[in-house]
């Protein structure tokens, strides 16, 4: 009896039918089809599968799956991690530049690099701490001295520092210009905080740069005015204060010779038209005579 019913149910699958579509008014036979459940069932489920496949396509490889809620670029994860690096390493980049220019900025206050105190500070309040102090050396001792000195194992910063002998030595090779033609009024003087020359010009002169650099301080300040500052080849720095006017900004690349600022007396400790011109090498001030021939 089961095996009949089976049987039965077979065969409804292979029976035909006719599927009519007649005009409503005259009942004109318009379209007709033969068809079976089993054709139905076929045609349902490849049309299924079909819709199945074109949606998993357009998921996997098309743009579209990134309108679909859950769904991102697969790449968007990569990216961002890219993106967080970059950030991260311009972050640092960042604030060693602000190291970099805080320093330089205390360099044209007239502080030392290490810490916030005037430099020679100590000195000036008492310049014959030291007199006392004697030394005894051989003659050993200065030939050797004399040999590490004015070799490739001189480990002093400031020219100023060492014997007149090794300054001309230690000067750097490029040709300076001047950067103001005028009388020379103040000269170089440490102990007097005096960390550069005073040099005296008519009005509307314009100020040179002495080398090749680029500018990395350029604004007004209480005491100094407009002051412009340049960093130049070799961990030399010049820098050009009292001002009127300034012809350069921050990140400009100026040549030797080419006009940055015009002479002036801003600032408080102004006495009148005239330039305040600092030399520092490796964050040391150094005399501008030495290089320069004003």
């Given amino acids: 009896m089961a095996q009949e019913t089976k049987e039965k149910w077979y065969k409804k699958l292979r029976h035909k039918y006719r599927l009519v579509i007649l005009h409503d008014e005259t009942y004109e036979e318009r379209i007709s089809f033969r068809l079976s459940r089993m ?60 190291a970099f220019l805080a320093n330089l900025r205390r360099i044209i206050d007239g502080y030392n690099e290490l810490d916030d105190t005037p430099i020679a500070t100590t000195v000036a309040a008492n310049p014959t701490a030291f007199d006392t102090i004697k030394f ?38 490029q040709n300076f210009f001047v950067p103001l033609k005028g009388t020379l009024t103040n000269k170089f003087d440490p102990i007097q905080k005096h960390f550069g020359v005073d040099i005296v010009a008519k009005s509307n002169e314009a100020i ?12 007004w300040t209480l005491d100094k005015g407009y002051v412009i500052g340049l960093l130049h080849a070799g961990n030399l720095v010049s820098v050009y204060k009292h001002n009127s006017v300034l012809l350069k900004k921050e990140g400009d690349v100026v040549k030797a010779g080419e006009a940055i600022a015009i002479i002036g007396e801003t600032g408080e400790l102004s006495s009148g038209p005239h330039l305040h011109f600092e030399l520092w090498l490796n964050s040391s001030p150094v005399d501008p005579e030495v290089f320069i021939t004003f």
């Fill in 39 to 98: 054709n139905v069932f076929v045609v349902l489920v490849s049309l299924s599968v079909f819709l199945i496949f074109v949606t998993t396509y357009i998921i996997a490889f098309t743009p579209l799956r990134e309108y679909i809620p859950g769904y991102t670029d697969i790449s968007l994860t990569r990216k961002v991690i890219e993106l967080d690096r970059k950030a991260d390493s311009l972050q640092r980049v960042f604030q060693q530049k602000e």
């Fill in 136 to 173: 005894q050396k051989s003659v050993q001792d200065s030939l050797l001295r004399a040999e590490f000195e004015s070799g490739r194992f001189n480990l002093v910063n400031d020219p100023m520092s060492a014997p007149e002998n090794l300054r001309v030595a230690r000067r750097p090779t």
């Fill in 208 to 219: 040179k740069s002495t080398l090749d650099g680029t500018v990395v301080f350029a604004d």
